[in-house]
């Protein structure tokens, strides 16, 4: 019974979800929509139409119309956000807390989310621009996916430069202060994976710190602690993914 | 390109009208359009208005599971604002069709539209 959709209508429809959510409209309506199109495309192909038919002549105008009727999503913005910068100070003092030392400069406190937030907006925006544009060259696509790529870490080793070059007042914790600190990080990654309904953010730091936190306690050199904690990572990570595309797989049918 | 303006509100009066004789769905609203001869927008163009009407409050939407089990269809029903909008716009076109058919109607009796001299 269930026809498959021609290849141009799953990527149409690809497109218009990457379009519309980096537009920052809700995921509610986003699904709600392309679901609602998912069902026509299947219709039309069945009597003999194609996605051009459907959509008109450009498919980049048609989701800029579909996306101009929908609201902003205030709300899910914040909560994105809201969830990124105090993700990012838990990972960082989890990440000090384990090598027994915590020193914050200003420079890096206000750095830190900074860079958060400009690697979110490159992210969305670089999806977005990429959705509507069907023709765009490989070599360019390729450059700008690489571009993306070398962000962050751009981002962070310009921070910490900066930080070194500047003298800026800093914060140093002490024992209780790392304690306290560490329970609150580990209490904020808790709190956020609950309120997004997600174990992601429970699930990488424990890949990420309880390996190097194990293999610091044994005698091993610090070369090979990191590689085994790397490779718990990775293969951690595997099977997450695996256990993942599983379970989607397994709710598309 | 755009549609123009004019012909988002036809489209907007005609799926009121659609949606009028009972709870339908998208695709078969761009089917009863093309049937009635309503070829100048692409199919998918309802949908961008049909968002609009619920924003207004003239349609609301349910979710029915499909008579063939699978995923489910959204289907749509006209509220009570949405069929106050309809006697608006059928008033609305009667005035506009009746005026442009005058003006023709006069072009044509002429024979010709004539220049000014």
Redesign the interface.
Known sequence: MNVELSKKSRDFLDDLAVYLMSSGKSEREVKDVTEELKDHLEEAERAGKSVDDVVGQSPEAYMRQLGSEMAFDVKGVVKVVGMIIPSVFAYIIIGNFIQGEMTFSTVQLIGFPLVAVILLLAVTQVFRKMSTGSSRGKMKTGLTYAALGALPMTLFLGLMTFDLLVETPKITFGTVGQFVLFGLAVLTLVIVSVWTKTWINLIIPLLLFVPQYVFAQTSLPLEQQLIFSMMVLFVGMGIVMFVWWKKNQQEEV | ???SQMLKGLLEGCLLAIIAKGET???EM?EKLQAYGFTM?????I??VL??MK?EGWVETVQKPLP????K??YYVLTEAGEQELMAFRKRWADVSSGVDRVLGEGNERGTFEKES
């Open positions: 390109m755009a549609m769905y998208g695709y761009s927008v692409s199919e998918g163009s949908y961008p968002l609009r924003k063939s089990g699978g995923p269809r959204k």
